[in-house]
């Protein structure tokens, strides 16, 4: 079954926004992954969904590389030749995000009001509190 890819998402989503994050080398999604019980030498960890106001309730989709090969040169070239689509599974577990800490180096999530008509801030100045 083939689907967009994953957006976050609440009952009414109130806001909306981006995310951002950094691992420390690169390779501690795999890590994380392992740690979860996910083989990695099958499934090629490529997104990470937190949920939960309590962030409790993690999801990682992998691609499986019995069908793409294993490197991401490999899985690039794959997802390029068919559609920009990739065979993966989403693995559901719960950890905390004191565990996720350990693996990731920097992590940034903004979020907007959602008006409809608003496209651009204007900022006046900016206010430290602390």
Known sequence: MTNELPEASTQYNDMKGTAAA???S???IFEFAKSKGIDT???????LSIHGID???????????????????EIYKYAEANNGTL????????????ELKKYMKRFSV????????LEYFDELSEVNID
Request: glycine content about 2%.
């Open 87 to 98: 065979p993966v599974v989403k693995f559901n577990f719960s950890s905390n995000i004191n």
């Open 55 to 73: 962030i409790d309730y993690f999801s990682i989709y992998a691609v499986d590389t019995k069908i793409t090969k294993q490197s991401f040169d």
């Open 22 to 24: 950094d691992w420390h």
């Open 26 to 28: 690169g390779s501690e």
């Open 110 to 117: 903004v979020l907007i009001s959602k008006m409809r008509s």
């Open 41 to 47: 030498d099958r499934y090629f960890p490529i997104s």
